[in-house]
């Protein structure tokens, strides 16, 4: 993957960054330019305003991969999940810091700022969320809690050339 | 709109072919049914293609002009169009065929649909796979296609009670199908045990829960139905040929234990037929991991929402049954050439309504669906089939 590619996505996967729409209130992750909600599509072009997620949520379903995504073969086996966030989007994050036999439906966690993956021992490092259980304390500083702020550009580690 | 018959199918074998190639098997397929439609390559009007991933798998792009060039009919200038949607490619090709002949734009056109995929690394083959779910925001973090069938896997065994012995069911009748069809992929019976002890792939999937990487083509040839007696005693109508789509990461979804776009086109096929799930003797589901046909006998309305996986451990869908789903062994069997198979599955449902289909003949075939899905289910196709007497 390019680094703009993933770069441009930073506000979203480092910093939970969403969108409301403010005709009907419904929020989105990742941010939408139209409101599938709202009857009339149209009215909602440019009414979708920038909402922050707060990064807590919880375990919808999960599911403990073997056969990994590409760039993920270090992890395996891994817990990835569907996280209900108290904000309403859906998200789909590993969960980490925790016995995988300690995984249930119904389990509250935060998101988390993690390395996701690297492209190869000399490619891009891809950073974004990850969720861990909410009352464990080494799961780290959630995202909302971290700081408001959105990175300027991609880390240092990303801007070396490879 | 006219009437729009099938006329003739034709197949290839399903599965590793390594002494075959992407071109070869698409020209065998449409070949095939060509002779079985009694017509001439200069008979036809236009070639449609489902493909999902060539330039991925084979690294070639521009694929149906390279069919339609080794099959002879590039001098005649053949309109030749690939059709892409997902693991559905095969299915939707067969829409715009559909559309075409409909229409009165073309008397008679091929829909072939063909997939090479053991030319790459099982891995790759995995990646490419997880490209019909949201790369930037499903694969990026994780997920592969089964990964992402797990969750609704877990998600059904949640809310219904489904269990991991019923979904285990789901491979076994596959296998037990695919046994009775020489051109499937896998052809050897399998237990409930040995589903349940095969290595996992994305809990509580297994191994035996996952269709294989298979190479493959099928074909049909499609014409006005009015005009269909002049080719084959049997002609076999296109009730309905419907499309829908739904979002792209299942995270989006309202509900994750139905596809919203399997529910949608069942319900439009079901109204423009005048038929009912009920009317229907054999259908062939899409059946990519076994959680799928599970969401879809449900989705499609063969069974109340959350009770497939005990009506299918039942025995209710075996030969025979109400209905009888993947004679062909589905793609867990028959095996999963992603653009090759919504073609296949009319293939199979085609010669079920002929009365060809031999070992696995559902006797008295007159009604069949059949229901093809990209990813996750943000493309779902369902095609109503029924003997034109």
Redo the contacts between chains.
Sequence with gaps: MSIARFWRETPRRYNLGGSKCTTCGTVYFPPRPVCPECTHHRQSIEKMVPFQLSGAGEVLSYTVVHEPAEGFEMQVPYVLALVRTDEGPVLTGQVVDVDPAQIAIGLRVRATFRKLREEGAAGVIHYGYKFAPADEPGGGPSTAARSGTVPAGPPAAERSPA | MREVAVLGVGQTKFGELWDRSFREIGIEAGLHALIDAKLSSADLGALFLGNMASGTLIDQEHIAPLIADYAGLAGRHLPAVRVEGGGASGALALHQGYLAVASGAYDYVVVGGAEKLTDVPD?TA??IT?STADH?????????L???W??????HM?LYGTTREQLARVSVHAHEMGSKNPNAHYRNRITVEQVLGA???????GVLDCAPFSDGAAAVVLGPLEEARQHTDTPIRIAASVVACDTM????RKE?TSVGATVESARTAFRRARRAPADVQVAEIHDAYSICPLIGLEDLGFVERGRAGPEFASGRFALGGTPTVNPSGGEKAQGRPFGAVGVAQVVELVRQLRGEAKERQVSGAKLALAHDLGGTGATSVVHLLERAN
């Design positions: 891995a995995t990646q997880a930037e925001w499903e694969v990026v973090f994780g997920a592969t089964p990964a992402l797990g969750l609704v896997a877990r998600r949640h290595p996992p792939i994305a809990e509580p999937l990461a299942l995270q989006h994750f």
